[in-house]
C-alpha cells in the first residue's frame, strides 16, 4: 500500500502538472495533508492574485477520498519534540513547519514526498524517492 504525506512543493508541483510528481500521487491509496501545508498554501494563495480559484481547487482536492488532513494533537507534538531534541543534538535545524510534517508523517507511518533535501536528517523518516 503506497501512503504519503505530501509537502507543499509536491502539491504545487501536482498542480503545474509535474510529470513524477503526477505519476507518483496516481498510484497512491492515501494522501496524508498535514495542517502546516495546508496553511503554507492558503497564504500562498492569500498574497497571489487567484486565490478563489486556488482556495476551490485546494478544496477539491482535500474533498477526494484518498486524502486525509493530519491535524496537530499531543501525539503528534511527542513526535515533534523527538525530531527537535535529535536534530538540535545534529546541529541540523529544519524550518518549524517542516518538523510538524515530520512529525505527522512519522505518527501515520506514511512516506513523505518533498523536493527538500533537509528532510533527510530527520531520523526514522520514509522519503518517498524523488524523480
Given amino acids: 500500500m503506497r501512503r504519503f504525506?505530501?509537502?507543499t512543493n509536491i502539491y504545487?508541483?501536482?498542480?503545474n502538472n509535474h510529470a513524477a510528481v503526477v505519476e507518483s500521487l496516481s498510484f497512491c491509496?492515501?494522501?496524508?495533508?498535514?495542517?502546516?501545508?495546508i496553511a503554507e498554501l492558503?497564504?500562498?494563495?492569500?498574497?497571489?492574485?487567484?486565490?478563489?480559484?486556488n482556495?476551490?481547487?485546494?478544496?477539491a482536492f482535500l474533498n477526494s477520498p484518498r486524502v486525509e488532513i493530519l491535524a496537530h494533537?499531543?501525539?503528534?507534538?511527542?513526535?515533534?519534540?523527538?525530531?527537535?531534541?535529535k536534530l538540535r543534538a545534529k546541529g541540523k535545524p529544519?524550518?518549524?513547519?517542516d518538523i510538524w510534517i515530520a512529525a505527522n508523517a512519522l505518527k501515520h507511518g506514511m512516506a513523505l514526498y518533498s523536493f527538500d533535501r533537509h528532510f533527510e536528517e530527520v531520523d526514522g523518516l520514509l522519503?518517498?524517492?524523488r524523480r
Fill in 42 to 53: 492558503i497564504t500562498g494563495f492569500t498574497l497571489g492574485t487567484r486565490e478563489a480559484k
Fill in 127 to 129: 522519503l518517498v524517492e
Fill in 94 to 97: 529544519i524550518p518549524t513547519n
Fill in 12 to 15: 504545487v508541483a501536482f498542480k
Fill in 5 to 7: 504525506v505530501i509537502d
Fill in 29 to 37: 491509496d492515501a494522501i496524508g495533508m498535514d495542517a502546516a501545508v
Fill in 73 to 85: 494533537d499531543q501525539e503528534t507534538a511527542e513526535y515533534y519534540s523527538l525530531i527537535v531534541k
Fill in 55 to 59: 482556495r476551490k481547487e485546494l478544496v
